[in-house]
């Protein structure tokens, strides 16, 4: 089985910074790319940003210039830094790893985290 778990959301002020971590464990042999988006309530999911095994990167506009994407593809973990954050940033994030490949399984699928919440405010 593989589980895809979040951490570092919380309370921050604006112009504050967090860093987000998510975690993919089990029998995994590779993710191709592994990414972070939000969600506000009765919106539609957004990407934030996402990263490739190369690391190669892509940013949403609202972003670009204060969240940096990195990952470690040996602990199958990404990050997101996000720094001046702004109160439009709060909402829940949602880690993603698309395209995993388990061991003894040829398919790939996606496999998403149950997501952790930001809040900017002061």
């Known amino acids: 089985q593989v589980r895809v778990v979040e951490s570092g959301g919380g309370l921050v002020q604006p112009g504050g910074s967090l860093r987000l971590s998510c975690a993919a464990s089990?029998?995994?042999?590779?993710?191709?790319?592994m990414g972070w988006y939000r969600q506000a309530p009765g919106k539609q999911r957004e990407l934030v940003a996402v990263?490739?095994?190369?690391?190669?990167?892509n940013y949403a506009d609202s972003v670009k210039g204060r969240f940096t994407i990195s990952r470690s593809n040996v602990k199958n973990t990404v990050y997101l830094q996000m720094n001046s954050l702004k109160p439009e940033d709060t909402t829940g994030y949602y880690c993603?790893?698309?395209?995993?490949?388990?061991?003894?399984?040829?398919?790939?699928?996606?496999?998403w985290g149950q997501g952790t919440q930001v809040t900017v405010s002061s």
């Open positions: 993603k790893a698309a395209g995993l490949l388990t061991t003894g399984w040829p398919h790939p699928r996606d496999y």
């Open positions: 990263i490739t095994s190369g690391d190669s990167t």
């Open positions: 089990g029998t995994i042999f590779s993710i191709n790319v």
